[in-house]
């Protein structure tokens, strides 16, 4: 195992000297520091409660209001300009959760609760009380909520009737309660300031002394220690101390432990707060000068532990220590941020490259990189060129001191490979020259020069002691190593930009223009791609990997030649890819300037790692390579030295249930939990009204620690037509324009390994319906039809009747009847409207569509609306999936309701709508001389050139080569 190694250190403060006294050090390579996230959107930075609800929401008690984390975003609660009468105080003191998932909190002027499901809160009545300044609140087993204020004990309901209270005094002076602790056998132990421990009698309801001692009165905190069988006390002034109810002799009851320590040698044994971790089993302690680590000894003491490490070695002001459901450590502090401590053996190793950092003055930036059969780091340091390093011992050399001639050459290596010789790597340098070097100890020697004429060797790879393949920049050469000669296999067959062999004995080649060549049998294969490839590789079964110029990822059938695009899947953003390898578990990594993703293409899972992660120390990537003799190690070198990660088998297995909360709903921009009734929690149902239009729904899976691994997927049912899958860190849904009625949105999410969880969090959204949509409504539109339809269906018949003789009527300059019966005018008018509409068709097939719109027949609203319409269409011209189901999703309705929308203003489907529009643009296309109408069918995204024509002929009467004969004619016969 190599040397412990220094973790970046939080907050922009660095490492000050060592502490002076001998303490065990814990390994900082099992402890990473960090800020809490989003400081700056607290109303105030200083923290001095934390509390994880039983949900996993994170809330912050501050100097100026009750803040809620979900891991993207803070919420707050508070009296202020748009709230000026929520709160009697916005000083938080103390953070609770009852039985009923109501947050309890208390301030320094009262007592409330809050309800999760509906975002009220209510101030819960402290009867008797001169001073409402809550000093704690705790929750028993039984569901009581005990809330403490200087002299008085309440214990309430979870509905905020009163149990009972207490008075709490000692020499007649008001006292409050530190804790109320429930010990494994369901006493309890209520430890008063000043006053030490009492039991509480539960049939008589009275606080009896439990072990008194006047040395140990302040008790602030209480920890069981099953493995020891006694309790540690945190106290104010007296340090921690081990109790012992059971001991016979009073003198072993109370055992003090050494004061803690801090920087210079001073000590203190004002205690705060107090936890034990899940790992170590330490105790960590805050006190009024640091935080301390204590182990607890095999004889049941205390010793301090080093945290110099990870922490800086100064005195803070630090309030309350919090263990989370993972078992991470949140620390409150005030002179710097708040941090959090997280306790667990880190996968990611990290090699800051100390040495090399004092020979430059500056910090590492690792071009390229490989490791070595014995572990060893060979890589080029920007304009400081060839080093090796050895991570055991620390030690480093230089290209310079290397007894060579030929330095200039080797300086600045373009690709570093381990050779399947030990102790050997491959490097290529300057000039087309390729070295290997050879190393005993810190001893290298150049061991074989290898010069390719007139060409840039880009990559190699070695077969065996005898071959040597070598890609350059005019095809794949082969140097034989007995007779020391190259030669060009392929021929000028394209820039060769990567070498893998398959377990078949095939060597693959890629290249930026040409394609994958193959080298089976002593003749070359090639299988065009249209691709500029930068990267290759190859899994156990055959699979070939690559990688693009343009940030694309694919994979390559060798047996059935065919090529799959995984872009999309593993969430490709485009960027350049700087380096692609596949591991023993045939995992992918892919490796760009800002991300690593280790992609397991069996299942589509993907963890991904990103610079913004101060866990990862690198904030570039610059290269990648696989361990010589541990293909599952990956190796990274980039700005600030090296990391390496091992390869997980975790994206292999059955995902996690996460589960996605419902963390915020806005309405019109506004929040809506109001809106949601009571009750309702977890099973989310929004009431909107109808002039609600626009719905952003926010959602987390409340995982704080692998925030950059999760992804979401949102669907609403019967409006979208699959998952909409989000990228990392998005965590949003929006839609606009909600239709009247009932309305069901999913979402879902991977687990902290990047695979997808089978729960499903649902939220319905009932919209009501506007006064012209409701039934009774529609009751008066029946009627008022009816009364108009009622003559005319009487003169209809009236016609019939033999005694019925027709009389004439004149018509008026505008078309209508003129009168004097009424019934036949509205006949009139309705056709002429219908004629209108139907002149407005026609002229849809022959001009654009949107200036045609007669503003005598539509509404604005109505306008505004085939204007998108008609602007959403030509955007998708080309897309041969768009359809009347996307159409009404873009414009934020149901695909009836657009149906409806169309028929009755412009007398048509949907369907035929679109197919207007394109033909319209058909027409223009086939205007153009140099276009063929290949092109055109492929340009309106017709995969079928029959149905395409077939369309156009029932639109126009002819078929597109008549029509591009018949309009381009004049201008052909004119040149």
């Known amino acids: 195992m190599h040397k412990p190694l220094l973790i ?22 099992e402890i990473s520091v960090r800020p809490i996230p989003m400081l700056d959107k607290l109303p105030v930075k200083a923290i001095h409660r934390i ?37 009697a105080s916005n000083y938080i003191t103390y953070i609770a959760e009852d039985h009923e998932k109501k947050i309890w909190f208390g301030t320094t002027n009262g007592l409330y609760t809050l309800d999760k499901s509906t975002q009220q809160i209510k101030t819960i009545p402290l009867e008797g009380s001169r001073d409402p300044n809550v000093f704690s609140i705790n929750v028993t087993r039984d569901g009581t909520i005990w809330a403490s204020v200087p002299g008085i004990l309440f214990r309430f309901r ?118 034990q971790d899940d790992v170590f089993h330490y105790l960590w302690v805050t006190t009024d000068k640091d935080l301390f680590v204590f182990q607890i000894t095999e004889n049941g003491d205390l010793k301090q532990i080093d945290t110099s490490s990870f922490l800086p070695s100064t005195n803070k002001m630090l309030y309350e220590i919090y263990k989370d459901k993972d078992g991470n450590l949140w620390v409150s502090a005030f002179d710097m941020e708040s941090f959090i401590i997280d306790i667990r053996r880190h996968t990611v190793r990290k090699y800051p490259l100390k040495a090399l950092q004092e020979q430059i003055k500056a910090q590492p930036v690792i071009n390229t990189l490989c490791v070595d059969d014995k572990g060893g780091f060979w890589f080029s340091q920007e304009r400081y060129g060839l080093c090796f390093y050895d991570p055991i011992t620390e030690r480093l050399t230089h290209y310079s001191t290397w007894t060579t001639g030929k330095r200039h ?44 004429p007139q060409t840039q060797v880009n990559t190699i790879l070695e077969e065996d002691d005898k071959r040597l393949w070598i890609g350059t920049s005019d095809g794949l050469w082969i140097y034989d190593r007995l007779k020391k000669q190259p030669k060009n296999i392929s021929g000028n067959r ?74 999309a899947t593993c969430n490709m953003s485009g960027d350049i890819i700087n380096g692609l390898v596949v591991d023993s578990y045939n995992h992918v990594w892919i490796v760009s300037n800002q991300s690593l993703k280790e992609y397991n293409p069996r299942n589509g899972a993907y963890r991904n790692y990103k610079t913004d992660n101060p866990n990862l120390m690198l904030n570039r990537f610059l290269s990648v390579c696989r361990h010589k003799n541990d293909p599952k190690e990956i190796f990274l070198g980039g700005v600030s030295g090296i990391i390496s990660i091992p390869s997980s088998q975790k994206i292999e297995s059955i995902p996690i249930q996460t589960s996605a909360h419902i963390t ?87 687990d902290e390994n990047g695979q997808w969880s089978n729960h499903i969090t649902e939220l319905t959204i009932r919209k009501a319906p506007a006064f012209y949509e409701t039934w009774w409504a529609y009751t008066l539109y029946a ?193």
């Not at 970046?8 to 390579?29: D, N, R």
Request: glycine share 6%.
């Open 8 to 29: 970046q250190y939080f907050l922009h403060i660095l490492l000050a000297c060592s502490l002076q006294i001998h303490f065990p050090l814990l390994h900082a390579q």
């Open 51 to 87: 509390f994880q609800d039983s949900e996993g929401y994170i809330w912050y008690g501050t100097f100026d209001g009750l803040c809620r984390y979900d891991g993207y975003d803070i919420k707050v609660y508070r009296s202020d300009l748009s709230n000026p009468n929520l709160l």
């Open 158 to 275: 979870t509905d905020g009737s009163l149990v009972g209270k207490y008075k709490t005094e000692y020499n007649q002076a008001p006292q409050c309660a530190y804790i109320v602790y429930e010990t494994p056998n369901g006493d309890l132990l209520i430890s008063l300031t000043y006053s030490g421990m009492f039991k509480f009698d539960q049939q008589g309801h009275t606080l009896t002394p439990y072990f008194p001692d006047s040395d140990y009165r302040c008790i602030e905190r209480i920890i069981w220690d099953e493995t020891h069988q006694c309790y540690w006390l945190g106290t104010w002034e007296r340090g921690i101390v081990r109790f012992d109810p059971k001991s016979k002799d009073p003198k072993k009851r109370y055992v003090p432990q050494p004061m803690p320590s801090a920087v210079g040698g001073q000590t203190t044994g004002n205690v705060f707060h107090m936890v």
């Open 409 to 452: 050459l080797i300086a600045y290596p373009y690709k570093l490979i381990p050779s399947q010789t030990p102790g050997k790597i491959w490097s290529i340098g300057s000039k087309n020259h390729i070295f290997a070097f050879k190393r005993q100890d810190m001893d290298i020697q150049i061991d074989e020069t290898i010069q390719i």
């Open 494 to 567: 394209g820039n060769v930009t990567g070498i893998t062999q398959t377990n078949d004995g095939k060597i693959w080649f890629s290249t930026t223009d040409k394609g994958i060549g193959c080298l089976a049998r002593n003749k070359i294969y090639f299988y065009t791609l249209h691709k500029n490839i930068n990267h290759i590789d190859a899994t156990t079964y055959g699979e070939l990997w690559l990688g693009t110029t343009t940030g694309e990822i694919l994979s390559f059938d060798t047996q059935t030649k065919k090529i799959t695009n995984h872009s």
């Open 664 to 750: 915020e709903i806005r309405v019109n921009a506004q929040g809506q939990w109001k809106n949601i009734p009571a009750g309702s929690f977890p099973h989310y149902t929004l009431q909107l009204s109808p002039e609600e239009q626009d719905v952003e729904i926010h959602f987390s899976t409340l995982d704080f620690h692998h925030l950059e691994q999760i992804r979401y997927a949102y669907r609403m049912k019967g409006e979208d037509r699959d998952w909409i899958y989000l990228d990392n860190g998005k965590n949003s849904a929006y839609y606009n324009n909600m239709e009247k009625g009932t309305h069901t949105f999913q979402v879902k999410a991977t």
């Open 783 to 975: 009627l008022a039809i009816g009364g108009i339809l009622l003559p005319i269906v009487i003169l209809l018949t009236a016609r019939t009747h033999p005694g019925y003789k027709l009389k004439s009527y004149q018509t008026g300059a505008d078309g209508y009847l003129s009168k004097p019966f009424a019934p036949c005018l509205l006949k009139v008018r309705l056709q002429n409207l219908f004629n209108r509409r139907k002149a407005i068709q026609n002229e849809l097939k022959r001009n654009t569509p949107v200036a045609l719109i007669s503003p005598m027949e539509f509404t604005s609203a109505d306008e505004q609306l085939v204007r998108k319409a008609v602007k959403i269409t030509e955007s998708h011209l080309s897309d041969p999936d768009f359809d009347v189901l996307a159409l009404a999703s873009e414009l934020g309705m149901s695909r009836s309701t657009l149906s409806r929308k169309m028929k009755a203003l412009l007398g048509q489907t949907p369907l035929e709508f679109i197919k207007d529009i394109k033909m319209q643009h058909a027409c223009n296309m086939l205007k153009n001389a140099t276009m063929t109408i290949a092109e055109v069918v492929e340009a309106l995204g017709y995969n079928d050139h029959k149905h395409f024509t077939s369309l156009f002929k029932d639109t126009f009467g002819m078929t597109p080569s008549e029509f591009q004969k018949k309009e381009c004619a004049p201008s052909q016969k004119q040149n």
